[in-house]
T-cell receptor, first 112, second 114 residues
Framework: GDSVTQMEGPVTLSEEAFLTINCTYT??????LFWYVQYPGEGLQLLLK?????DKGSNKGFEATYRKETTSFHLEKGSVQVSDSAVYFC???????????FGTGTSLTVIP | DGGITQSPKYLFRKEGQNVTLSCEQN?????MYWYRQDPGQGLRLIYY???????QKGDIAEGYSVSREKKESFPLTVTSAQKNPTAFYLC?????????????FGDGTRLSIL
């Protein structure tokens, strides 16, 4: 079945450091891939998405590239800020209207 | 602005009591979902509905029930059969039969046991 595996956290970085959060997936079809962010006490917000191989999703300085050959969708940001502290979830969907498959989340703390 | 509204934000349940969590969306989405989130864990699917008057069990449906009488509403009842209900509950919606569309989330309801 479909699944998503995310890098274990928590991750602690200094401000302006480079961020990578690894995400790999298993899917029977050709899924769409998503990154969500969750701030404390809130729901999930869509950060970016990619719908086919080699697509790059980007938003707010975050990027992720859909790599079919390595079944990966790693999240990157060149220079993190304190305000980026949150939990990040990788997710996939391969059927319209059907359930999403979420990773377990990676907690990021950025210190000044 | 369109969105998903969950209420209440905090809810307390007594032993043996059923409680209902509200989820309303004005995005005109066909599909709606309920997830449970425990501290430090990911999201687990409780129930989902792709169309009015139809819904399917997710991975952890035992002790929960739902209804989908209106397109915009998908309430979740946590029954007394759910022995460990303390968690953060998230409702989501999506456009349904359209590929590549993301799920949109409400701000959640935190349920605790008295």
């Amino acid at each position: 079945g479909d699944s998503v595996t995310q890098m274990e956290g928590p991750v602690t970085l200094s401000e302006e450091a480079f961020l990578t959060i690894n995400c790999t997936y298993t899917a029977t079809g050709y899924p769409s891939l998503f990154w969500y962010v969750q701030y404390p006490g809130e729901g999930l917000q869509l950060l970016l998405k990619a719908t086919k191989a080699d697509d790059k999703g980007s938003n707010k300085g975050f990027e992720a590239t859909y790599r079919k050959e390595t079944t990966s969708f790693h999240l990157e940001k060149g220079s993190v800020q304190v305000s980026d502290s949150a939990v990040y979830f990788c997710a996939l969907s391969d059927q319209p209207g059907n359930q999403f498959y979420f990773g377990t989340g990676t907690s990021l703390t950025v210190i000044p | 602005d369109g969105g998903i509204t969950q209420s209440p934000k905090y809810l307390f349940r007594k032993e043996g009591q059923n409680v209902t969590l509200s989820c309303e969306q004005n995005l005109n989405h066909d599909a709606m979902y309920w997830y449970r989130q425990d501290p430090g864990q990911g999201l687990r699917l409780i129930y989902y509905s792709q169309i009015v008057n139809d819904f399917q069990k997710g991975d952890i449906a035992e002790g929960y029930s739902v209804s989908r009488e209106k397109k915009e509403s998908f309430p979740l009842t946590v029954t007394s059969a759910q022995k460990n209900p303390t968690a953060f509950y998230l409702c989501a919606s999506s456009q349904g039969q359209v590929l590549n569309q993301p799920q949109h989330f409400g701000d959640g309801t935190r349920l605790s046991i008295l």
